[in-house]
């Protein structure tokens, strides 16, 4: 074990950056990768990862401290092999640079020669691009010196052709798994052309945009003020050294570069421009669907933090927003419009009844499934006229063994049939729509009308019981929920819900499913109907089931195949054999 100072890597043309937050503490056991601090300046904010895995002994900034590159952070406690990784900004350098290849270490006297003549060959272009754009009136805008980043993803554009901008307006907003930042514009005038768009990646000296008239900024500094060549990932300085004061950006590739992401002592945001927030509170709001510009930051200098996006989440899953999350009258947003609150003691009479837990319950877990889950409802009638009889014939035999058969334990057994014959059916989708779950067990929620409102206790195993084990459960179940006698578990872990109002009647609804469930089934009362068969029509029971499900998890042929195969098993109860 060996105790390292690890200090800031190369973060571009940045320096005296104030510390704004520190996400680890003394005696944390860390891995590679972890980060450590939050670094924030007026136009970027980046988090700083570990280079190597080990147990912070000490930690050597508090919040509010400006740091520079080489500016030490922590003590880390290393074991050997880790130790070569820890030694310096180099190579702290984040992602795809720290596997940079060989020849960044090869003797610096075998690289001068080219980097010289390559610098040459920069400056060459710079003129003839340099004449070009004056001649034409344009101007190339590309991304600044970033650091030791490339193939850095832009995630906002903030300007289209045609629009008039500012020196130092922001242009674009680059966010890597460790850092955000803004590309200002080098000058004023109008855009031309947007040669990027979110979700490209770009580096220093790529296009960024083409920019016609106004003044450059960047272009009215004196020569001398110009830096020195930015340090190329392989040039190793004392962990000491600072990068130059008030450098503007090394001139690369094509045309004009923007100034570097940084803002020289600004005093708080530009108007209009990006909200503030660490990248991983970017990444966690993006994780939430949380478009961040929505959100209202609490930090210093409004910065968002990772409690003001779980608020703002909140606020919109509540049943009436607070006014303040609200759209504005007439935006197109994604934002909820607020309820008003209305004094109704001005039309009539009125009593205020609170609601009780589970009515409170309930309309929180409807409203999240509701907002969360694309919802379809296919809809079909099953002919049960044999079934029904079967059941009557049943009745006598039933009774004599202390159950009640109704209809509902036919129905969880076809559900049963039609879950495995369908087992995207019997599934969850995954927080973030990446992987569908399959169950491999079935367990059947049953929505039980109680005098204190809805509950769903779960019938479990529901594929291992024959039709009286279900009518019995069934029978227990909700007399247990009408007695108020079921426990947290008794509601917990079903696959498929069924909602069945048959016994009070009316003839179709849309239920609501009961999220992270996919599909619910709807019964209501079956009826005598004339059904047309064979030339003639003829009685028949008929059953109206209505199949809600999640349209990101099944698609409408499938929910169409779902509820028809249902329908043939109740229609002819010898498939449940199959
Ligand atoms: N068509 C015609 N008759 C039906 C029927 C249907 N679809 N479903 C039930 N019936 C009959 C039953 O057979 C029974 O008649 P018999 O006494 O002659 O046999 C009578 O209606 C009463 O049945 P029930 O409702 O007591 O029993 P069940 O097994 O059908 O339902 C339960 C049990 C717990 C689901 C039910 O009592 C209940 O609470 N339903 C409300 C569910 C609810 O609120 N859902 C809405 C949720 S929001 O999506």
């Avoid at 923007?258 to 708080?268: C, I, K, N, Q, W």
């Avoid at 006698?485 to 009316?506: E, M, R, V, Y």
């Avoid at 109907?529 to 059953?543: A, I, S």
């Avoid at 499900?549 to 498939?575: N, P, Q």
Wanted: charged share 30%; hydrophobic share 35%.
């Amino acid at each position: 074990m060996t105790s390292k100072e690890i200090q800031v890597p190369d973060i571009g043309d940045f320096e005296g950056v104030p510390v704004i937050e520190i996400l680890v503490s003394e005696g944390d056991d860390i891995d590679a990768e972890t980060p450590l601090v939050t670094l924030e300046s007026d136009k970027a904010a980046m988090d700083v990862p570990s280079p190597a895995a080990g147990r912070i002994t000490e930690i050597l900034v508090k919040v509010d401290d400006k740091v520079s590159k080489g500016s030490p952070l922590l003590m880390l406690e290393v074991d050997g092999e880790a130790e070569d990784q820890a030694t310096g900004p180099s190579a702290e350098a984040p992602d795809s640079d720290r596997d940079a290849p060989q020849q960044e270490q090869e003797p610096q006297q075998e690289q001068e020669p080219q980097q010289e003549q390559e610098q040459e060959q920069e400056q060459e272009q710079e003129q003839e691009q340099e004449a070009a754009g004056s001649s034409s009136g344009t101007r190339a805008v590309t991304v600044p010196d970033i650091g030791d980043f490339s193939g850095v993803e832009v995630i906002e554009v903030h300007v289209s052709a045609g629009d008039e901008i500012d020196a130092e307006d922001p242009v674009i907003t680059l966010e890597s798994d460790k850092a955000t930042m803004d590309v200002p514009s080098p000058a004023g005038g109008t855009v031309v052309e947007v040669q990027v768009k979110t979700g490209d990646r770009v580096s220093q000296g790529d296009p960024v945009l083409t920019l016609k008239g106004g003044d450059s900024e960047a272009s009215k500094q004196p020569e001398a003020a110009k830096p020195d060549r930015a340090p190329a990932a392989s040039e190793s300085k004392p962990a000491d050294s600072r990068p130059e004061p008030e450098s503007p950006p090394e001139r690369t590739g094509d045309g004009e570069p923007a100034p570097p992401p940084t803002l020289p002592a600004g005093d708080g945001r530009d108007k209009g421009a990006p909200p503030h927030a660490s990248p991983s509170v970017r990444r966690f709001a993006r994780e939430l669907g949380v478009d961040i510009s929505q959100v209202r930051g609490s930090g210093r200098k409004d910065r968002i933090l990772k409690e003001d996006v779980q608020s703002w989440v909140k606020s919109r899953i509540q049943d009436t927003p607070p006014q303040t999350a609200a759209a504005p009258t007439g935006s197109t947003g994604g934002a909820l419009p607020a309820m008003p609150d209305i004094d109704f003691s001005q039309f009539g009479e009125v009593e205020v009844v609170p609601l009780n837990r589970i009515k409170k319950l309930t309309a929180a877990s409807v409203h999240r499934s509701w907002l969360h889950v694309p919802h379809v409802t296919q809809h079909e009638e099953a002919d049960i006229t044999e079934l029904e009889a079967f059941r009557q014939d049943l009745k006598k035999e039933a009774a004599d063994r202390g159950v009640k058969v109704t209809m509902l334990a036919f129905l969880i057994k076809a559900c049963v049939a039609a879950l495995r014959e369908y087992p995207s059916f019997n599934a969850s989708l995954e927080n973030g729509g990446a992987n569908l779950i399959l169950k491999k067990y079935c367990n059947i929620g049953i929505a039980v009308e109680t005098p204190d409102g809805l509950v769903v206790p779960v019938i479990r195993g529901a594929d291992r019981k024959g039709i009286y084990d279900l009518a019995r459960e069934l029978g227990e179940v909700s007399q247990r929920a009408r007695d108020r006698k079921l426990s947290p578990n008794d509601l917990q872990g079903a696959c498929f819900t069924i909602s069945s109002l048959g016994g009070i009647g009316g003839t179709a609804f849309t239920p609501i499913v009961n999220a992270p469930e996919v599909a619910i089934l709807g019964v209501s009362r079956a009826q005598m109907k004339p059904v047309y068969e064979n030339g003639e029509f003829v009685p028949r029971l008929m059953l109206p089931l209505a199949l809600s499900y999640d349209h990101r998890v099944v698609d409408g042929a499938e929910g169409a195949r779902f509820v028809v195969f249902l329908s043939r098993v109740l229609g002819d109860a010898r498939r449940l054999l199959l």
